[in-house]
């Protein structure tokens, strides 16, 4: 079964619409949020001791613990100890701030006070403590909710507070996968090969408005002109990857710029790898794809999405095959305009063209260290994945990652050139 089949929750709460919910529906949310951190938690104790879960070498993960007890420090850090949190996006980024009902929060929890490689250790609590501060620091948010006038300012860093629960969530699934914890996932089902979309010129609106919520990185609203262009109706599929690998695709330098080459020799070098991440077999002679899944092996089928491929791997795929990646503008216009004749977007993070830059008008939000350090080295994401919570499937969402990142559930899909 899907992966949000696992923790159902009322439709209401688990929607896109969600970056304009009141009062109301804010509080269900935040403590759906909440509970769904604390079931994958449940799952990894139940999987491995997580007190015996042991430091890993990958920069990318952290102690599932830690994690747990940063999302409810988060929510604190902004709401419950923010005496400015009232103006909202207009709060300082160093606001006057109250102490933490846990004298150690910021020690323990705050990432820019213990690096990723401090994120282990005895010293930190344990969980059954991280499960008691996630569920005071829910209590205390849920009081001031209650309390908050029912208008977009007022309600900003509850916003904020729900979707970065949301994306910790789904770095609990990510973390999983690298780990080999074994989660009840079912693999995505396969999906018909369609025609690729002709979508006309046209003029588009980039960027969120105001009203509601909205991350910094997708401000401000800005007219971007748009000459016609062809797209994939979906992301590339196995059986597409496959050919790449079984022409060569993995020893030709000609396919891959020189960064990306350097990327695939050194772990090469280290790990043998002629293929996506966490793939033990491809092609060239059964076409047959075995990828691990959670620490179990899985037989991939030809028309299931292909994923954990770094920027590098998708613009060597589409320079071999005479294709380029979407650029942003042009996958937020078929997600918007598409669907009806078979967009389908969703299942895999996707990487674009671009760099991932700021556009015009923007302005840090208060939360400055979101997108500010990662413009102009992150290559720009579109689109959500299966282990994303639907609430945070929203087409104006501007993911972003640095090019070799292969962990996450990404692929990508391609233009005609």
């Given at each position: 079964m899907p992966f949000a089949a696992l923790r159902a929750s009322p439709a209401s709460i688990d929607s896109p619409d969600m970056r304009h919910a009141g009062r109301d529906l804010l509080s269900l949310a935040l403590m759906d949020a909440r509970n769904h951190t604390l079931y994958l938690l449940a799952l990894y104790e139940k999987a491995l001791d997580a007190t015996k879960i042991e430091a890993n070498d990958a920069a990318q993960v952290v102690s599932p613990v830690w994690l747990g007890g940063h999302a409810g420090w988060f929510s604190e850090f902004w709401i419950a100890r923010n005496t400015q949190r009232g103006l909202g996006r207009?709060?300082?980024?160093?606001?006057?701030?109250?102490?933490s009902i846990e004298p150690h929060a910021d020690h323990w929890w705050n990432p820019q006070q213990r690096a990723p490689a401090d994120r282990w250790g005895p010293e930190l609590p344990d969980l059954a403590a991280t499960r008691s501060y996630m569920l005071d620091t829910l209590e205390g948010t849920l009081e001031l909710l209650?309390?908050?006038?029912?208008?977009?300012?007022?309600?900003?860093?509850?916003?904020?507070?729900?979707?970065?629960?949301?994306?910790?969530?789904?770095?609990?699934?990510?973390m999983a996968q690298t780990l080999g914890v074994g989660l009840p996932i079912d693999a995505l089902g396969g999906l018909p090969l369609r025609e690729p979309l002709l979508l006309p010129a046209t003029r588009w609106m980039l960027g969120s408005p105001d009203a509601g919520f909205a991350f910094d990185n997708e401000k401000a609203v800005h007219e971007v002109p748009v000459p016609e262009f062809e797209i994939d109706a979906q992301p590339v599929t196995w059986a597409q990857l496959v050919e790449f690998v079984d022409d060569g695709g993995y020893d030709?330098?000609?396919?891959?710029?020189?960064?990306?080459?350097?990327?695939?020799?050194?772990?090469?070098?280290?790990?043998?790898?002629?293929?996506?991440?966490?793939?033990?077999?491809?092609?060239?002679?059964?076409?047959?794809?075995?990828?691990?899944?959670?620490?179990?092996?899985?037989?991939?089928?030809?028309?299931?999405l292909a994923m954990h491929m770094s920027w590098w791997e998708a613009d060597a795929w589409c320079r071999w095959a005479g294709r380029r990646l979407p650029t942003e503008v042009e996958w937020e216009i078929a997600a918007h305009t598409a669907a009806g004749r078979g967009f389908r977007w969703g299942d895999v993070h996707e990487w674009t063209a671009g760099m991932f830059r700021p556009w015009p008008g923007f302005g840090a939000d208060p939360w400055e260290s979101y997108s500010l350090p990662w413009f102009g080295r992150?290559?720009?994401?579109?689109?959500?994945?299966?282990?994303?919570?639907?609430r945070m499937k929203h087409p104006k969402f501007r993911g972003f990652a640095m090019p070799s990142r292969d962990d996450i559930f990404v692929g990508f899909r391609s233009c005609a050139a």
């Open positions: 207009a709060c300082p980024h160093e606001p006057t701030r109250l102490g209650d309390k908050a006038p029912d208008e977009d300012r007022a309600l900003y860093f509850y916003r904020l507070a729900l979707f970065h629960e949301d994306q910790r969530g789904e770095q609990l699934i990510t030709r330098p000609e396919l891959w710029q020189p960064q990306g080459w350097d990327w695939l020799q050194a772990l090469a070098q280290l790990e043998g790898r002629r293929g996506p991440r966490y793939v033990d077999q491809i092609g060239v002679a059964s076409g047959a794809v075995l990828q691990t899944r959670f620490g179990q092996p899985a037989r991939m089928a030809g028309n299931q992150a290559r720009a994401l579109r689109g959500a994945s299966f282990a994303t919570r639907a």
